[in-house]
């Protein structure tokens, strides 16, 4: 069952404070906004490639470095884990800088074409079912660059924990289940593919109907597809 939250608070509060260290030396994350704008544009024209667009983008220029950093580094005591400098500006982090990136690297995350590791649900695309805002992890993210990009926001989804930043990701039911490693079931589809959930739950009783093995494929005609990029699917079965 749930546990009530003056039970599990102080359980989560003990385990955090239990694996916290102390933080060595500075550290400093650099970021171009410049490029970041340019490679936002470059989504709707295509002046640059997908690879290209992910680099530039804020969540790329920090990634690669955050993902090398000892992970100790991250269970600090300070509330400001690290500092944003950026280039050719004049701002100096007093937390401002560090605050605002946790915005951008969200945004950036669900900015479709940009990174590339999450994209919309089908009940988004469709404008369909009750959760049309949540973003699903793409399935063809699995790359060397795409690992990259996962291990970055499980970090910073770590850090958001311990310092009480927020990390503005509006993930569905389906990514949250299996960070927790909670089970999950058609209902956690529904919230993100209706139409998919409905045909499953269909399939499922199609016995009842007096479909068997000898006439599904007479009667079943539908394609099971997986996004691999935007705007392209995969078969999942010939």
């Given at each position: 069952g749930?546990?009530?939250?003056?039970?599990?608070s102080?359980?989560?509060?003990?385990?955090?404070?239990?694996?916290?260290?102390?933080?060595?030396?500075?550290?400093e994350?650099k970021?171009?906004?410049?490029?970041?704008?340019?490679?936002?544009?470059?989504v709707?024209?295509?002046?640059?490639?997908?690879?290209?667009?992910?680099?530039?983008?804020?969540?790329?220029?920090?990634?690669?470095?955050?993902?090398?950093?000892?992970?100790?580094?991250?269970?600090?005591?300070?509330?400001?884990?690290?500092?944003?400098?950026?280039?050719?500006?004049?701002?100096?982090?007093?937390?401002?800088?560090?605050?605002?990136m946790f915005?951008n690297?969200?945004?950036?995350?669900?900015?479709?074409?940009?990174?590339?590791?999450?994209?919309?649900?089908?009940?988004?695309?469709?404008?369909?079912?009750?959760?049309?805002d949540?973003?699903?992890?793409?399935?063809?993210?699995?790359?060397v660059?795409?690992?990259?990009?996962?291990?970055?926001?499980?970090r910073?989804?770590?850090?958001a924990?311990?310092?009480s930043?927020?990390?503005?990701?509006?993930?569905?039911?389906?990514?949250?289940?299996?960070?927790?490693?909670?089970?999950?079931?058609?209902?956690?589809l529904?919230?993100?593919?209706?139409?998919?959930?409905?045909?499953?739950?269909?399939?499922?009783?199609?016995?009842?109907?007096?479909?068997?093995?000898?006439?599904?494929?007479?009667?079943?005609?539908?394609a099971?597809?997986?996004?691999?990029?935007?705007?392209?699917?995969?078969s999942?079965?010939?």
């Open positions: 749930v546990l009530m939250r003056m039970i599990k102080p359980q989560m509060s003990a385990v955090l404070e239990a694996t916290t260290g102390e933080s060595k030396g500075s550290r994350i970021i171009n906004r410049l490029k970041a704008t340019q490679a936002r544009e470059a709707e024209s295509g002046a640059l490639s997908a690879s290209e667009r992910a680099a530039r983008c804020m969540v790329g220029q920090a990634a690669e470095l955050v993902v090398t950093w000892p992970a100790a580094a991250l269970r600090s005591r300070n509330n400001q884990l690290w500092k944003i400098k950026f280039l050719n500006e004049g701002s100096v982090d007093a937390g401002g800088p560090y605050r605002e915005s690297w969200s945004a950036e995350l669900m900015t479709a074409g940009l990174v590339d590791v999450l994209i919309p649900s089908p009940n988004m695309v469709h404008g369909l079912g009750e959760t049309r949540a973003w699903v992890v793409r399935p063809g993210a699995t790359g660059r795409d690992q990259v990009v996962m291990r970055f926001v499980g910073l989804m770590g850090v924990v311990r310092t930043e927020t990390l503005d990701l509006a993930l569905c039911s389906l990514v949250w289940k299996a960070v927790v490693g909670e089970a999950r079931d058609i209902s956690d529904a919230m993100v593919d209706t139409m998919a959930a409905q045909a499953l739950a269909y399939v499922e009783r199609i016995d009842e109907e007096g479909v068997d093995a000898s006439c599904f494929t007479d009667i079943i005609d539908f099971l597809l997986a996004t691999k990029y935007l705007n392209c699917t995969l999942i079965c010939p």
